[in-house]
């Protein structure tokens, strides 16, 4: 049964529509002063047309609330297989080294919810949401919170259940949120890579077969999508993953090929000890990053960040390969960026984004160092940018990894 539910923004918009997955909080259970900050996040709308499990799923969205601009969402229902965090299967050692949650998004609203059935083994969007303890909301009108978000930027809000639900929100309610969402911190520098991501180094075993069976490879874990380490796997490479409070010295330790900087939550700059272990990387191995990765190596080579309007979030966004000026469609979901006018002499700015020119990627060939802002991994897809981890892997010496021939 549908309760009546809102998206209260902290500008003040409401948006009416039907609950679904979780029931949201009464206002008077939101504790001002105390918030937990679970049920609040940033509103930031996606432009996938599918993939909303892995959206769901992917640590970088933690504290977000996500309105998708496609109409329809759940016509396939859930499937654990497609996880892009939570525990990492027979690959945690220790399961306790294991971020148990999978859904890491704030909130999910939506136009329309497919209500219908789903493939046998699979659970439906309302159930998944449930589940995992997480607000929907459907009905809305996505397409002016979209607009209000592209217009005045991404927003703080909160999904609460009105008191009566017959009447709406009350204005004591309205004031008890608008108090709220006043004491939440927002994502401009919040540090939310320790909410994310293993606890503990682990070692992936496996059999490898790839081109680049040999390599070993490091992954510092800020909140990695499962992706990842599935696509280097495919490669070949043997993958250590490293909790983000490692130092440099833990993972040039591990006597690594190369060590790949993951994507994550938050505001890159005020990560200074993942800054300092990224530091203190480069110029000792090859060194690449993914979105919080990206931002974080630009971050160590002396760049800036800083945080976008409303930031790109979907998997249809063009990039350029500025040596090729090849054109390709890409997944993208980050709020920050790296402010051109700051990067040092050296490095060059290797994609851009082909609507607003954004740097989406950097490279400095002498320290080996090449990154991606986009998600060359990009669960659902599109697969036009695999072809990056092959450019990472490139930048290893062969004489360090492969048999001599
Ligand atoms: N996907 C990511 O790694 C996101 C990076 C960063 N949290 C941002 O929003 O820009």
């Not at 983000?244 to 690594?256: C, P, V």
């Not at 991994?377 to 092959?390: C, L, M, R, T």
């Amino acid at each position: 049964m549908s309760v009546r539910t809102c998206l209260v923004l902290e500008n003040g918009s409401i948006y009416n529509g039907k609950g679904f997955g979780y029931p949201a909080p009464l206002p008077r259970d939101l504790e001002p002063g105390t918030p937990s900050f679970s049920n609040a996040g940033e509103v930031v709308f996606n432009t996938a047309m599918v993939g909303y499990h892995e959206v769901l799923t992917d640590p970088s969205y933690t504290g977000q609330i996500i309105t998708m601009t496609y109409p329809h969402m759940g016509n396939y229902g859930h499937l654990d297989d497609w996880n892009e965090s939570g525990p990492l299967g027979e690959d945690c050692q220790d399961s306790s080294s294991c971020d148990p949650r999978p859904v890491k998004a704030a909130g999910f609203v939506l136009r329309s919810l497919y209500r219908g059935p789903v493939p046998k083994g699979r659970i439906t969007l309302d159930e998944y949401l449930n589940r995992h303890e997480i607000p929907g909301i459907t009905d809305v009108d996505t397409r002016r919170l979209t607009l209000e978000i592209r217009d005045g930027g991404a927003v703080n809000a909160v999904l609460v259940r009105p008191e009566n639900p017959a009447l709406g929100l009350s204005p004591d309610e309205i004031n008890m949120i608008s108090s709220y969402l006043e004491s939440f911190p927002g994502m401009l520098g919040r540090n939310l890579v320790r909410d994310v991501g293993t606890s503990l180094k682990f070692s992936r075993s496996r059999p490898l077969e790839g081109s680049y069976a040999g390599m070993r490879l490091a992954l510092y874990d800020c909140g990695t999508k499962a992706n990842i380490i599935r696509e280097l796997e495919k490669l070949g490479c043997e993958i250590t993953v490293y909790p983000s409070d490692s130092s440099a010295r833990d993972i040039l330790n591990g006597k690594h090929h190369g060590v790949l900087v993951s994507n994550g939550p938050g505001d890159p700059q005020v990560l200074q000890d993942q800054i300092a272990t990224v530091k203190g990387l480069i110029g000792n191995m090859p060194v690449f990053g993914i979105c919080l990765g990206h931002q974080l190596i630009a971050e160590a080579l002396g760049a800036r960040t800083y945080k976008m309007k409303f930031g790109h979030h979907g998997i249809n966004h063009p990039v350029r390969d500025e040596r090729t000026k090849k054109v390709f469609v890409t997944s993208q979901n980050h709020g920050f960026a790296v402010d051109e006018k700051t990067l040092p002499s050296g490095t060059q700015v290797w994609f851009r984004n082909a609507n607003d020119l954004s740097i989406e990627g950097i490279r400095n060939d002498e320290l080996s160092v090449l990154t991606a802002q986009f998600h060359p991994e990009s669960a659902p897809g599109p697969y036009d940018s695999h072809w990056i981890f092959q450019a990472f892997l490139d930048a290893v010496p062969r004489e360090a990894w492969a048999e001599p021939a």
